[in-house]
């Protein structure tokens, strides 16, 4: 387990709204345009003042609904996540052990996971969640059913999802997380849902699968940019 440190140092001139997300994990019988992701940090900081985000990810697998409609800007909460193992590969790349299965199912229009779930499944790095007949997807769309990648981000204060979709009956979904994060500057809140291509602020994507360290710097300048430090 990874523990990654964002730093961000304001030399914009002016306070700063600063929020953090990360990229959609990958997944088979998903479109990517259907994942949701959620702010699970923002901070406040003055001109002239630097903010660390700070964190480990535990990875888990989130269930639940929606209360309010899925649209940007939108917080929700799906309850805890289950925490999962992720598959894992020999040194040939051929799949040494499972990563976890779990089953969704919906009881009296409660999504939920079984309490006996599946054999372990999950390819290499990642878990499956297996959906049943119990619902329909015009069931899932119209009670904004959730499934998806969640995690207990140690140094953010938020344990909750990460990134979540609709599900579809009788799919078996294997989930693979992503080390790429996005910073960005905005009013959204904690929980909030969230797509790349909508956030019309500055942004800036770190992607740590291709640094050598677990640290990174952003800098915002006087003209408004960010810019990750080489």
Known sequence: MATYQITIKNNSGSQ????????????????????????????????????????????????????????????????NPVPVQLGVANDDGTLKSKGTSLKMTVIDGAPQFTENPPTDNGAIQAFEIVTDGSFTFAEAKNNNYLIGLGGDLQGTGLSGPAATFVPQPGKSYQIQPVKKFWVATGDYQKGALIKVASVNTTIVPIDFSTRDSVSATVVHNDVGKLTLQV
């Open 16 to 79: 700063q709204n600063y929020f953090i997300f990360n990229e959609a994990p990958k997944i088979n019988n998903a479109v990517n345009n259907d994942v949701w992701l959620n702010v699970f940090q923002r901070k406040a900081t003055a001109k002239g003042q630097t903010c660390v985000f700070k964190f480990a990810s535990n990875y888990g697998a989130v269930v639940g609904s929606a209360d309010t409609d899925l649209t940007t800007g939108n917080s929700v909460s799906v309850g």
